[in-house]
């Protein structure tokens, strides 16, 4: 088990950027994908971007491509969601999770969780 914790979240103007940061303590973070997802209100939890294990591979939802970036650093134990260009529609709790088979697509199972950061975006 890993214990994800995220920061960053934060109220921005559109247009605007963030840092969220996932600090991971625990099991070696070395082994896991990793993904952000985000849960608007009445809205599902959904993937917003992830990356396998050593970061070679990464993995967007079509809405945030271009503007998210997602990327890892594992001497820190940190994954890190970069957001430019923010709009309104990118409102909500945004999570991460680890994937124990080191994947970080939005299909593999997510085994942990953190508690989420709110990220708001409005003028």
């Known amino acids: 088990q890993v214990q994800l914790v995220e920061s960053g979240g934060g109220l921005v103007q559109p247009g605007g950027s963030l840092r969220l940061s996932c600090t991971a303590s625990?099991?070696?973070?070395?082994?896991?994908?990793a993904g952000w997802f985000r849960q608007a209100p009445g809205r599902e939890r959904d993937f917003v971007a992830g990356?396998?294990?050593?970061?070679?591979?990464?993995y967007y939802t079509n809405s945030v491509k271009g503007r998210f970036t997602i990327f890892r650093d594992n001497a820190k134990n940190i994954v890190y969601l970069q957001m430019n260009r923010l709009k309104p529609e990118d409102t909500a709790v945004y999570y991460c999770?680890?994937?124990?088979?080191?994947?970080?697509?939005?299909?593999?199972?997510?085994?942990?969780w953190g508690q989420g950061t709110q990220v708001i975006v409005s003028s």
């Open positions: 625990g099991r070696a973070f070395t082994d896991y994908g």
């Open positions: 999770a680890a994937d124990r088979m080191g994947i970080g697509n939005s299909r593999v199972e997510y085994s942990d």
């Open positions: 990356l396998s294990w050593n970061g070679a591979s990464t």
